[in-house]
């Protein structure tokens, strides 16, 4: 199996940036399709974004397209996520999950594998 391990997150003011990593550890990463999604208090976990094995496509919900851009370093064993244009409703624990898949997999139920989360704090 693989290991996540999620860094970046933080408190950022509106309108800001910050820049999500997902560290792999474990069976052979570019093998997995990856995904990022995030979860806020009282809500469902919901995805932000995900990209193929090989990077070559990418899904992103109507709620972060434009700003959040999700990307991957084979060689490095590490999955990105660049969030732009931060707003507060994007206050969450944003987790990173795996899945040796061909496709992009969109649902929380699709993924085997999850890292532990990190918080992303947006103040207004």
């Known amino acids: 199996q693989v290991q996540l391990v999620e860094s970046g997150g933080g408190l950022v003011q509106a309108g800001g940036s910050l820049r999500l990593s997902c560290a792999a550890s474990g069976r052979t990463f570019s093998n997995y399709a990856m995904g990022w999604f995030r979860q806020a208090p009282g809500k469902e976990r919901e995805i932000v974004a995900s990209i193929r094995w090989n990077g070559g496509s990418t899904y992103y919900p109507d709620s972060v397209k434009g700003r959040f851009t999700i990307s991957r370093d084979n060689a490095r064993n590490t999955v990105y996520l660049q969030m732009n244009s931060l707003k507060p409703e994007d206050t969450a624990v944003y987790y990173c999950?795996?899945?040796?898949?061909?496709?992009?997999?969109?649902?929380?139920?699709?993924?085997?594998?999850w890292g532990q989360g990190t918080q992303v704090t947006v103040s207004s």
């Open positions: 999950a795996g899945r040796v898949s061909l496709s992009i997999p969109t649902t929380e139920r699709q993924y085997d594998y």
